[in-house]
Structures are given as C-alpha cells and as structure tokens.
C-alpha cells in the first residue's frame, strides 16, 4: 500500500504513479485506517510533501498513532515532494519508523511546485506546468529504484539532521493560525476550507450577510492545531484565503491532475 498526505495535488499524484505502476493502492492517510497489516513481499510507502524541510506534522503523527504489522521481505519506503530543497523529510520518516521497531529500506524525492507560496510565486501557469512536466523523469526513476528495491536514502537536495534545531522553530512560528485571514469581499462562506482542513483548525462562524457573502459564515483560525498544508487558501473557490499578507500575488496552486477549476 501507498500511503500519502496532499494538501494540493503533488504527493497524491506521485503515490498514484507509483501505486499504479507497483499495481497496488494509492491511500490518502486522512481515510485511512490505523492499522496497517501487510502480507509478504508488499511494499509500504509513505509519499509526503515537505514542511519547513521536516517530515510534515499531520503524516509524523499518522506514524505515531498507527499500529503496522510487517510480513515477509516487506520494501519499506519514504517519498519526499518538495520545490527548493527537501532537508531530512526522509530521514525523519526513518526515525519516526524505528521507534516502531520498523526499519525504513529506502528514501526518494520528487522536485514539483512549491505550493509555500508566502514565499514561492506560482502566479504564472506555463512556469508551474514546466515544473509539474519537469516531475515526471522524476517520478519514473523513482518507480524504476523502488521495483529494483533500492537500499538507502536517494532523495536529493537533503541537509543535514542537526540543523533541524533551526527549522523546527521556524515552523513553530509559522504554524500560528493568526496569520490566515479571508478577505470580507472575496469570501462566500461557503466553508470548503473548514470541510477540508484535515485537522479541524478551522470554524465556521456567524457574520453579517452581504451581497458576496449571502450565507453570512465566515472561517476562523481556532485552534493552535494548524498542520499549516495551506490547503485551506489553495483550495478557496474565491482564493479569498491569505497568509500573512504575502500570498495574495503568488497565485493559488493544485496539481492539474485535480484541479477542477474555480467557480
Ligand atoms: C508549510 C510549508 C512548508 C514547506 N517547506 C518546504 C521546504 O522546507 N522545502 C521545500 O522544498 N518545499 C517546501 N514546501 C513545499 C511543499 O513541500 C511542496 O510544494 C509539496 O510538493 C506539496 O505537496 P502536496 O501538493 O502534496 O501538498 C513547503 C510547503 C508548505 C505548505
Ligand atoms: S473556502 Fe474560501 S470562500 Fe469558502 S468559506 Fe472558505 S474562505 Fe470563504
Ligand atoms: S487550517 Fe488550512 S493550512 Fe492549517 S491544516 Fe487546515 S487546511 Fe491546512
């Protein structure tokens, strides 16, 4: 089995890819069950995108939580999507598994759009199709390693573990929900972002009603739970959704492969 985590598209197209060619099962770890039990010879995948160079908060605790019994010759593997530099996502994932007492075979990484967009510009669609084309020679080397059952970490652009200590209190600081604000007149209520949020950090409160926003709902940022996916503000119809005044001019972002257009 495959198993991903994809706020807008990247590592759910990536674990299809591989699901597909491996003839298995590409499943999102938002509906999927903790237990995981394998038969022999069955691969486990793990496909992620990276936050702050790290191992994604929401897919760490999907490990923790998650009861995974081996078989036989089992290929244990981690993917990394990412769009400037991958850090250790896959090394993480290795350590998160042998806590587990599971030992991880091998790591790899796809470079595709940076959907960090407070700092990463997506606004220009044939650039963003460059970069989604320029994942694919990617994708199938990827595949071509994992039916070989390559050993080891293969992800390029890794860094170093201990210069995690800098990047987790970034991404502490970033995870703060005071930095997502809807914008009053692009905002339709419609609470999409909220349905979606795969960790319930967002409510759906009362306001007034208006003639953009005739449901009278808007979303706030309740919880320090964020997983900070920014799934919320690239998925808005509207793209009312903002991140710290920055992402407004950088364009909203889903893999072409999903994306069904905006109403
Ligand atoms: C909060 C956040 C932090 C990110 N940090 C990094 C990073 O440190 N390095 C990097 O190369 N990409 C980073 N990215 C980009 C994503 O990892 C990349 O776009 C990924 O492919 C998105 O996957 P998805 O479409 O499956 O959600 C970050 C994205 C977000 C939202
Ligand atoms: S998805 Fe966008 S339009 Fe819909 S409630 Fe959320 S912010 Fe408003
Ligand atoms: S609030 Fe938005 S960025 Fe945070 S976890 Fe939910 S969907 Fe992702």
């Known amino acids: 089995m495959i198993y991903y985590f994809s706020a807008t598209g990247n590592s759910k197209h990536v674990a299809e ?4 060619a491996l003839n298995d099962q590409a499943q999102s770890i938002e509906t999927a069950s903790t237990d995981i039990i394998l038969t022999d010879n069955e691969p486990l995948g793990f496909v992620t995108p990276t936050n702050w160079n790290e191992l994604p908060v ?4 999907f490990i923790q939580k998650t009861d995974i019994r081996l078989a036989q010759n089992n290929y244990v593997f981690c993917v990394a999507t990412y769009g400037f530099l991958q850090g250790f996502v896959c090394e993480d994932a290795r350590r998160e598994l042998r806590k ?11 470079k595709m759009p940076d959907n960090w967009t407070p700092m990463f510009d997506l606004s220009d ?4 199709q460059q970069q989604v084309d320029a994942a694919e020679p990617q ?19 890794w860094m170093p573990y201990f210069l995690r200590v800098f990047t987790d209190p970034l991404l502490t600081y970033e995870r703060q929900t005071k930095f997502f604000a809807a914008d009053k007149n692009l905002c ?7 349905r979606k949020c795969p960790v319930q950090a967002i409510e759906m409160q009362e306001t007034a009603k208006t003639e953009t926003n005739k449901l009278g709902k808007t979303p706030v940022w309740t919880a320090e739970r964020c997983a900070l996916c920014l799934g919320c503000l690239h998925r808005c119809p509207k793209f009312a959704i903002n991140y710290n005044n920055k992402t407004q001019s950088h364009g909203q972002y889903q893999h072409a492969k ?3 257009g905006k109403s």
């Open 100 to 110: 587990k007492g599971i030992g991880m075979n091998a790591g790899f990484s796809v």
């Open 125 to 128: 669609p044939l650039k963003v």
């Open 258 to 260: 999903y994306y069904k």
């Open 188 to 194: 339709i209520g419609c609470g999409l972002c909220a």
């Open 17 to 20: 890819r591989i699901a597909e």
């Open 58 to 61: 929401f897919v760490r605790e």
């Open 139 to 157: 994708i199938d080397s990827v595949i071509a390693m994992i039916r070989q059952r390559v050993q080891g970490n293969k992800s390029k652009d």
